[in-house]
């Protein structure tokens, strides 16, 4: 599934803070996680509190770090199939990558409804049916 052409406006590419290639290969059964916020980003595992720093990488079971990147929806996008996620994998192309400032805030989605003023830097999509 790729990015939708809205996704793609809204995350813009900021520039990685670290080179995820000096990562070495993790060990079998291990993968990399890492948080894409400037703060600490914290969620639950098997009755577990998991906390990741700002911008931390950390290398963990692979079963923990599917959970992390499942539960971690910072933005969601179901008509596009684009969610913005706070934890990524190694594979993921936000990997090493934060999210750019005005992502960083979670706030409420502005959905638009005939008759209602829109700002002018969105972009207004008309979904008929």
């Not at 770090?65 to 969601?76: M, T």
């Not at 999210?99 to 979904?127: A, C, F, M, N, S």
Request: net charge neutral.
């Amino acid at each position: 599934m790729g990015k939708s052409n809205l996704s793609k406006k809204i995350e813009k590419k900021a520039p990685a803070t670290f080179d995820p290639s000096t990562l070495g290969k993790p060990p079998t059964g291990m993968t990399w996680i890492y948080n894409r916020l400037s703060t600490q980003y914290a969620l639950t595992f098997n009755g577990m509190e998991e906390a990741w720093g700002p911008h931390e990488v950390r290398m963990v079971h692979v079963d923990l770090g599917k959970h992390c990147v499942r539960k971690s929806i910072h933005r969601l996008d179901p008509m596009g199939l684009h969610n913005v996620m706070v934890l990524v994998g190694r594979e993921d192309e936000g990997f090493g990558v934060p999210l750019p400032e005005h992502l960083e805030k979670k706030g409420d989605e502005l959905l638009i409804r005939d008759g209602q003023i829109v700002p002018k830097d969105v972009e207004t999509i008309r979904v008929e049916g």
